[in-house]
Nanobody, 123 residues
Framework: QVQLAESGGGLVQAGGSLRLACTLS????????IGWFRQAPGKKRQFVSA????????DYADDVKGRFTISRDNAKNTMYLQMNSLKVEDTAVYYC????????????????WGRGTQVTVFP
């Protein structure tokens, strides 16, 4: 059974940075594409970024391009989201998602989801 656990959320001032991490257990981390979604209060869940099993394919939502960077360390079973130049509108619960193909992750159809970590950006 695949389990995902997010960490690294918190409170940060606009313009600041945070790094989120997601660890996968229960299966071989390197077999899975993995990504991030976020959901703000009263809004639909939104795709943020995803990375293929070997890092060969990476995708970002338009509103985070140039500010967020996704990466993975298969030796540590961990994926990271470096978030720079944070904006108030980035405030949301950030969820890690994993599946066997990056397309499945990007489409929001992942079979595995974490419980989320709160990111709050204040003015």
């Amino acid at each position: 059974q695949v389990q995902l656990a997010e960490s690294g959320g918190g409170l940060v001032q606009a313009g600041g940075s945070l790094r989120l991490a997601c660890t996968l257990s229960g299966r071989a981390f390197g077999d899975y594409a993995i990504g991030w979604f976020r959901q703000a209060p009263g809004k639909k869940r939104q795709f943020v970024s995803a990375i293929s099993w070997n890092g060969g394919k990476i995708d970002y939502a338009d509103d985070v391009k140039g500010r967020f960077t996704i990466s993975r360390d298969n030796a540590k079973n961990t994926m990271y989201l470096q978030m720079n130049s944070l904006k108030v509108e980035d405030t949301a619960v950030y969820y890690c998602a994993a599946d066997l193909t990056v397309r499945t992750v990007i489409d929001g159809e992942s079979g595995y989801w974490g419980r989320g970590t709160q990111v709050t950006v204040f003015p």
